[in-house]
């Protein structure tokens, strides 16, 4: 698999990423440009303010690509045990035990995040519109799909890419700050 990493204008020479740069627009606008110009059926998003904690595992992550595939999924969202935010109005359903995959209720508030998931790429952009900023994009983007009624599925078991989330709202949740110390470190500030 190829591993992008999408910013504005900086790169980081990090082996085996690829950084890819939007330039200075509007995050919807410069993912909607990125997402054209690979020719990949699918991807793995995750947003930057996940900062994986654990190495990968590519075979995992496989597998639940081939689940995808073979049962055309458009999103298949991997958010780990939890699966994402849920209400008791809005209960998941289980349908493959084995695998460890669940149904979303139409009426989930987050049928579109951030966290770990796995999309069709045209799918994807078809969730975006231009001007969008990430919370928007979950917040009109669910509500969007919500009318659609296309299905969104989750992995609830051992994320292949666990992280942890270390922003809310723009601000660093509290006891995470220890992720941009390291980078501070890192980079010598």
Known sequence: MDVYFLSENLSKDYNGVIFKHTGDVLWADGLMTFLNTINAKYIVYQHEDYFLTEKTWHDSMKHLIDIVEERNYKLLKCCGWWAGFMTDKAPMQEIDRENNIWLYNNESPYLISHQT???????????????????????????RLRARNIPIYAFRGKCPLEYAETMVHGTI???FERFFEEIDKQEGK
Do not use: A
């Not at 998931?117 to 669910?142: A, V």
């Open 117 to 143: 998931s796995i999309w069709e790429r045209e799918f994807f952009i078809t969730t975006l519109r231009r001007g969008e900023s990430p919370w928007q994009h979950e917040m009109d983007g669910t509500r």
């Open 173 to 175: 949740r509290k006891g």
